[in-house]
Every structure is written in C-alpha cells, then in structure tokens.
C-alpha cells in the first residue's frame, strides 16, 4: 500500500506545484512507483510544469464520471519509467469532483503506487479539502512572508479538522515546506527567519528551497527541477526532501547561512 | 552558482514560448465541446461500444497534440468471440 502525500497551503503561487513535480520526480528518481495528481479542476498546470500538456488524453473527472479508466487517465512521463501524471480537467468545474469519486480514485492508485501526490488548488473551497481528505501526509507549502504564513496555518487547521485521519481521531503527518527562500534578503533582514516560521507554525521542517532561476527555468521547458538540473541549489535540496520523506534523517542547512563546525553537527533537526 | 554551468544553460524562454503558443492554440480552440479531437475520440468510442461490449482495459487512447498536426491513437483489443468482425482500429 502506497503513502497519499496532499501538497497544499492556502495561497496562490507559492509553489505547490513546482514541489509536487519535483519531489515526485526526485522520489521517481530513486526508483519508486510515483503518480502526481492534479486537482485544480478548472486551472490545471501540473501537466505543463510536467510537460506533458500535449499528451492529455482523459482527466480526474473523466474517471470519476465514469468516461475512462484510471489505466487510460494515467500518463507516464517520458524521462522516467517509474512517473506518472493524473491531470486535472480543465473545462470542467470544481463540482464534478465528489467525494465518493475521489475516494475511489484514491483507493486504486494506493494499491498501485508507492507514492500518490496530490496537488492541491489555492484556497480551501472544495478541490482543496478533497485534495486533502485522503491524506496520510500533508507537506504545508510555505514562503517566509507574512501573507503566506498565516494562510498555511489556516491550513494546518483545516488538515487538523476536515481530513479523513482527523475525524479517525488519529494525527495527521505534516511537514512544512519552505520554498523560494532568498538568502540575500534574508541576510539583510527583510525576510521571516526559518526559526520564526517554524516558531509560528510549529510542524517539523521538510527543507528549504532556495529562490532560484533555475525553477523558471525548469517550467520553461516542461520539467520538474530535479530532472531539468539535478545539481541546481533547488534539485538539491527537493532531493533532499525527497529523502526527509522516505525517513531518513539528514540535517536541513539553511541557504546562504554560514555555518561553524559545531553548527555542522548540531545542526538544525530535520523533519 | 557555479559559474561554469551559469554559461553552459542556453535560454529556456523560447521553449516557454513556443510550448504555450501550442497550448492555447488547442485550449482556445476547443471552447465548450468543438474540440475536433475530443469529438472524434468520443465518437469512435462510441462507434466501437455500438458492435461490442469494451473492455476499457483493452482500450487505449493517445494524443499527440502538435503545432500543424495533431495525432490520434486508438488501439482497440477485440477478443475473437466479440464478433464476426475482427479489425484494428488506430
């Protein structure tokens, strides 16, 4: 049985997206069954970032009404054997996903995967508490500004509330993920410290990932970051997580931090 | 940022360009249910569940949606006891 990962955080454009590629490349990579699913009915971009636009044939909705298979919905990505894409419907609306379709949906590709990972839509209407519902591990998109932070504790608390583990009364796994964090300006001081988003929002650290062209770059040309340069600063640290996911317990340097030798040992703990 | 690999990385923004102008083109092309595609794909499903009962799991459907064409692959799985009939369809 496959772990069902949600990608979420309330806002808009802070990289759900971007993160649900590469960690399902960068878990792909390493030789796991990986399918990521798209669930921004409507506003679909996850088969773009994948670069896998022209190759749509069928939709989440498509199998959820019954139209197609999962087996026909599915797409393999064409870099790795082992990846696949569930793509969101894009001329379709939000209603057409129910709770009973996803469920089942859910269901199958547990049984087939290792990794199921949703990718939530912005807001916590419908598509995203669906996106949630079936979660084992929630991965709390976050960037170190304040508009950002308060809409991911939102979240916290809709995953704390409205998921299928927390009506169980069981607790539900989340891991907060800080992305496009610039070590300039965090140097200067006009950024949210890691500490204190952390402080805030008090979940464990998946990692940091570093503001970088390369991540423009990658969905440029229809990839996720870890396959388009898997030695950028952004590659490195998504593989990292990636690794954070699967258990192992790596240290999360933080960029552009200066760090002493003592610092290297007792590091920050990871998630 | 190595320096080295800062200049060996050509510009991305072409492609950029080039994959949303396909994009699009399809996207704005098929308002509603007018995708020329979409229909032949429904349709020939259709035609092919009139003479025999589809197994989905024998049926695969591919697009290819290109900038001047765009292609269509149905490959249909037809058992010897679904008809008289036995073609392949793509």
Redesign the interface.
């Known amino acids: 049985m496959g772990k069902v990962i949600v990608v979420t955080s309330g806002k808009g454009g802070v990289g759900k997206t971007t993160s649900t590629a590469a960690l399902g490349a960068a878990l792909a990579q390493g030789g796991a069954k990986v399918v990521v699913v798209d669930f921004d009915v409507g506003l679909r971009n996850l088969d773009?970032v994948m670069?896998a636009?022209?190759?749509?044939?069928?939709d989440l909705v498509n199998v959820i009404q019954g139209d197609?298979?999962l087996?026909?919905a599915l797409i393999r990505d064409k870099r790795l054997q082992t990846l696949y894409l569930l793509p969101a419907s894009?001329?379709r609306d939000k209603d057409n996903l129910t709770a009973e379709g996803v469920e089942k949906v859910i269901t199958a590709l547990r049984k087939n995967f290792d990794w199921v990972i949703c990718d939530s839509p912005a807001g916590i209407e419908r598509g995203a508490t669906l996106a949630m519902r079936h979660a084992d591990v929630a991965i709390v998109v976050t960037n170190p500004e304040v508009s950002s932070v308060r809409d991911s504790d939102r979240i916290i608390g809709l995953l704390d509330s409205k998921t299928l583990k927390a009506e169980r009364g069981e607790q539900m796994e989340k891991h907060l993920l800080l992305t496009r964090y610039d070590a300039n300006r965090a140097e200067r001081g006009d950024m949210l410290k890691v500490d204190d988003v952390l402080e805030i929002l008090s979940i464990p650290l998946l990692g940091i990932i570093p503001e970088s062209m390369d991540v423009?770059?990658a969905?440029?040309?229809?990839a996720p970051v870890t396959l388009s340069?898997d030695?950028?600063?952004p590659a490195l640290a998504y593989f990292d997580a990636a690794r954070r996911l699967n258990g192992e317990t790596i240290p999360v340097a933080v960029p552009g931090e200066k760090r002493g030798f003592f610092g290297k040992f007792f590091g920050r703990k990871a998630a | 940022m190595n320096i080295f690999r800062f200049f060996a990385k050509s510009d991305s923004a072409p492609a950029a360009r080039e994959r949303l102008q396909v994009l699009l083109a399809h996207e704005r092309a098929s308002v509603g249910d007018s995708d020329l595609v979409k229909i032949l794909r429904d349709e020939i499903m259709a035609v092919i569940a009139k003479h025999m009962q589809i197994d989905s799991e024998k049926v695969s459907v591919k697009m290819e949606r290109g900038a001047q064409v765009s292609t269509l692959a149905v490959d249909v799985e037809i058992p010897f006891d679904a008809g008289k009939k036995k073609k392949k369809a793509a």
């Open positions: 773009l670069g636009e022209r190759r749509v044939v069928y197609a298979k087996t026909q894009q001329t423009l770059r969905s440029n040309v229809g340069d030695r950028s600063p």
